[in-house]
């Protein structure tokens, strides 16, 4: 009986050091998603710039590309922004959605006046149910969308050079190539 009151106790340890050294190894800017290779969720949302306009998710049928979520209030995405902006600027030609989470319409058109827009288009949604359908764990995070629809990747953390050049820009390329 002693000598079980010692060994829960150390299992428990040894379970729980198992799970810290595997994390160890797993890469931070990534997180795990259920709905890569899934139909990205349909959605019908309102544009920042004129709510009266909608976008819906079936209009980029036939076309790669991402959907970034973002908000005003989050420092890395005020990292990732201008790098948006420079890509835009540079020539990419894969369309970006702009997804205002969670914050005052007023202040994410702001940002877009004042450090420029990236985006081909910006939606907002004030239920936050896309958001949950999407299964946002917070900002900034990128979907990659293939031309029928399918959610390719995740991009839980700013894109920056590192991440574009290693991940994003080889499979927005993989994935314009393909037919």
């Not at 198992?18 to 800017?29: E, S, T, V």
């Not at 795990?32 to 710039?49: C, G, M, R, Y």
């Not at 205002?100 to 939606?123: F, H, T």
Request: aromatic share 12%; hydrophobic share 40%; proline share 8%.
């Amino acid at each position: 009986m002693l000598k079980a009151k010692f060994l829960i106790p150390f299992a428990i340890f040894v379970v729980l050091a198992g799970f810290l050294f595997k994390g160890l190894y797993m890469d931070p800017r990534t997180l795990p998603s259920v709905l890569i290779d899934k139909p990205l969720p349909a959605f019908e949302l309102p544009t920042v710039f004129d709510p009266n306009v909608k976008f819906k998710s079936e209009d980029m049928k036939g076309k790669v590309w991402m959907l970034n979520v973002w908000s005003s209030w989050c420092v890395p995405c005020k990292q990732e922004h201008p790098y948006l902006v420079s890509l835009k600027r540079g020539g990419l030609k894969t369309p970006i959605v702009g997804f205002l989470y969670k914050d005052q319409l007023g202040a994410g058109r702001q940002v877009l006046e004042e450090s420029g827009n990236p985006y081909d288009q910006v939606i907002f949604e004030e239920k936050n149910k896309v958001g949950i359908d999407l299964g946002v764990t917070g900002v900034p995070e990128t979907f990659i969308i293939d031309k029928k629809g399918i959610i390719r990747a995740k991009v839980s953390y700013p894109i920056l050079d590192d991440l574009w050049n290693d991940q994003v820009k080889p499979l927005l390329q993989k994935l314009e190539a393909e037919q």
